[in-house]
């Protein structure tokens, strides 16, 4: 693929990549969250996978939720 002048040499993922890994060594983080996507680019690089789950609920079960305890900072169980 030939790039032309207006067209950087370099990925901006590797970039955000660079920058998202010195931030979180510069803080200290045990660990980094990099989504569900690319495991390609995860394995190169010697990431390991974690279970990340995702709870979903209908619209409308969060609106009575938020009645019923508009304070609260996370929902009473169910």
Same mark, same amino acid.
């Given at each position: 693929?030939?790039?032309?002048? *207006?067209?950087?040499?370099?990925? $901006?993922?590797? &970039?955000?990549?660079?920058? %998202?890994?010195? /931030?979180? !060594?510069?803080?200290? #983080?045990? !660990?980094? /969250?990099?989504? #569900? #996507?690319? $495991?390609?680019?995860? #394995? ?14 209908? %619209?409308?079960?969060?609106? /009575? &939720?938020? /009645? &019923?305890? $508009?304070?609260?900072? &996370?929902? $009473? *169980?169910?």
């Amino acid at each position: 693929m030939r790039r032309g002048a *207006d067209t950087p040499g370099y990925s $901006p993922f590797y &970039v955000a990549y660079a920058h %998202v890994m010195r /931030e979180a !060594w510069a803080s200290g #983080r045990d !660990w980094v /969250e990099l989504g #569900r #996507r690319n $495991p390609t680019f995860k #394995r190169r690089y010697g990431l390991q996978p974690r279970v990340l789950r995702a709870y979903l609920a209908e %619209v409308a079960e969060v609106a /009575e &939720v938020a /009645e &019923v305890a $508009p304070d609260a900072d &996370v929902a $009473p *169980d169910a």
